[in-house]
């Protein structure tokens, strides 16, 4: 029976979210597995992976193969470097403590460079939430010029029009005495 290191997907249409399971490699993908090492979800940003990496280096140890997926987040995770360190300590070319402290040492880098991808993301999130409310505060206060401008001139136009009637009334209550005394002379 042929282990197979892969993914098993879950999750709902156009949202995958799968575990990394090891199956026999005749079973469908999504069917009967041997063990579950851990779950992938693509849809974060970096990619979040939970593995357990000491199970992982066991299988790999007694043979089984990932796919080429696998393959990746194994190699990710660390958990191909890991292996590879073992074969060393099994040859005898390091020992325990120094295959130990090497991967210890990649494990910390990778989680800086990882924690370091993450705070750019936020920076470039923020930065990018600043510059849209930026955008949209301008675009108010253009519309909200354009409003008083309307306003201003809806204003003007309406004085305008209450002056003439004003001065339309005042020479015709002015003509009109006018034409009473022509009347009486």
């Known amino acids: 029976m042929p282990a197979r290191i892969r993914l098993q997907r879950?999750?709902?249409?156009?949202?995958?979210?799968y575990h990394?399971?090891?199956a026999d490699g005749?079973?469908?993908?999504?069917g009967k597995f041997i063990e579950k090492l851990g779950t992938y979800n693509p849809m974060t940003n970096p990619a979040q992976i939970e593995l357990n990496i000491d199970r992982a280096v066991?299988?790999?140890?007694n043979g089984a193969q990932p796919s080429t997926t696998c393959s990746?987040?194994?190699?990710?995770?660390?958990?191909?470097?890991?292996r590879h360190l073992q074969i060393g300590v099994e040859k005898g070319a390091?020992?325990?403590?120094?295959?130990?402290?090497?991967?210890?040492?990649w494990k910390q880098a990778k989680d800086a460079k990882i924690a370091s991808i993450k705070s750019n993301l936020e920076n470039e999130n923020r930065n990018e939430n600043k510059a849209r409310l930026?955008?949209?505060?301008?675009?108010?206060?253009?519309?909200?010029?354009?409003?008083?401008a309307k306003r201003q001139a809806a204003a003007e136009a309406e004085a305008a029009a209450k002056a003439e009637a004003e001065a339309a009334e005042a020479p015709a209550e002015?003509?009109?005495?006018?034409?009473?005394?022509?009347?009486?002379?």
């Open 72 to 82: 990746r987040i194994l190699s990710y995770k660390g958990a191909l470097l890991k």
């Open 94 to 105: 390091i020992s325990q403590e120094q295959a130990d402290v090497k991967f210890n040492e």
């Open 10 to 17: 879950h999750g709902k249409k156009n949202q995958p979210f």
């Open 174 to 185: 002015g003509e009109a005495p006018a034409a009473e005394e022509n009347a009486e002379a």
């Open 134 to 148: 930026e955008a949209e505060k301008k675009v108010n206060e253009t519309k909200a010029a354009a409003i008083a």
């Open 20 to 22: 990394i399971v090891v």
């Open 26 to 30: 005749r079973a469908p993908r999504d």
């Open 58 to 61: 066991e299988w790999l140890k």
